[in-house]
């Protein structure tokens, strides 16, 4: 599947069907990329944290640790704001991402400790796509990793308040 830079919608009913069913798919593929290729950049990140990519059993100071150091990371607006974009794990790590690019960040680590983890969007009837985070499951406990809600960014296992969350998991290959 080729990578879109941006998908951009004209109204909301647009941007419902198309994140579902664009968006999503495209930032699974994304992480699913990182993970597999594990750039020298998101290595060299996660070492600064005590962490690495691969295998592993992880636990809940592994997400917490995760947490910490995407809620670290740039948060920039992506413009225009009736687009969400797809970059390269590498430059969110750069130069900064908004909610989608950090989740894919997240989603990508994740994806290589094989741990169980599902995208959350949150948002309103009216757009239920505003925001996104990820779940992850550890020891049969989900937790929240929301570390780009703005740039302040939430606390481990904690999310903004939305009218609406809607879950999509990666299905397994």
Known sequence: MKLAS?????????????????????????ARRAAASAPKQ??????????????RDATVRDLR?????????RYVMVYPLNCDTIQPVEQTLARGGDCDHWAIVVMAVLSSWGVEFALACAGDELDPFQHAYV????GGVWYTL????DQ????FDTTAPAQRTTLFKLEAR
Request: some cysteine.
């Open 6 to 30: 941006n998908i951009c919608y004209t109204s909301h009913d647009q941007k419902r069907s198309d994140y579902r069913a664009k968006m999503v798919p495209r930032m699974f593929v994304a």
């Open 42 to 55: 998101l290595t060299n990140w996660l070492k600064r944290y005590g962490l690495s990519l691969g295998k």
């Open 65 to 73: 640790l995760l947490h910490h150091a995407a809620r670290g990371g």
């Open 135 to 138: 779940r992850a499951q550890v």
């Open 146 to 149: 929301d570390p780009k809600p």
């Open 152 to 155: 302040r960014g939430e606390p």
